[in-house]
């Protein structure tokens, strides 16, 4: 009767040791990463993306094994969930890297990866799945949960991508005209390619929370019978919506540029963190 309650614990000991090499391997990268930008070292730059690649690789089947483990997708609760955003970090830190290497962004993905991960393991697993939702929509009602998550999920990371581009942006602006910006001494981007690279960013962020608000909106008619109720939890996406959409338009109107569109793009991001903040609230209200 004690094997199997062994081999769980076993299987158990086991996934908890997965998780921390998936962390290490991160951090490992991530310091290798800090390493090669001050230092300029393209030893250590090229150390630092493998073991980063290699984590989103050994994360990969971290995620799969969870799924046979429990017999639940990402989406089922919120650990999952963070595990999806800490994977989806990773993979959007590396194909910016590709069309933008030698920049910040090694440095700022990696601990947020590493963040998500641990809340992942920490919070409890509190169930997200939308049971009234399912029950009038059970052949596509999944998978519609799942696209509208990783669809609005990927437009709040590009947004706080964004976000941490406009603030390095201020800082920079205010070093040059303040001239203690000492180039020799620092590797920065230009002012230039900062505001053509928060513009390309917030672009596609809007393109996947469109699309995610609108598989939203559709669930949302068909688990209320095409009834009408407006409360903060739509108010929110849609206004982070809205900021964004007002930007791009602007931006393509007027040729929007400088400092105004990093403002822009932080306050953005803060109503974007305050509709997740209160999604996570409602979810945690829940169970």
Known sequence: MSFPDNFTRRQQVNFIFLFWTVCTIYLVGWLLSCLSFFSNDKYAKGWGERFLFLGLIVQLGYIVIDYIRLGNFL??????????????????????????PNQIFRIIFPPVSIFFMILSITISDQSIIVQQFLTKSPVFGKLMLYLHASFAMLGYLLFGVACLTSMFYLYQENKIKSKTLLLQNVKVPSLGFLDQLNYKVIAVGFLFLSVGLLLGINMKIIATGGELEITLRQILPIATWLIYAIFLVDRFITGLRGKITSLWAIAGFLTAVASFTYEIYLLVQKS
Not at 75 to 86: H, Q, T
Not at 87 to 99: H, M
């Open 75 to 100: 989406f089922d609760s919120l650990s999952g969930l963070f595990l999806f955003l800490s994977f989806f970090t990773i993979l959007i830190f590396i194909v910016l890297a590709i069309g933008y």
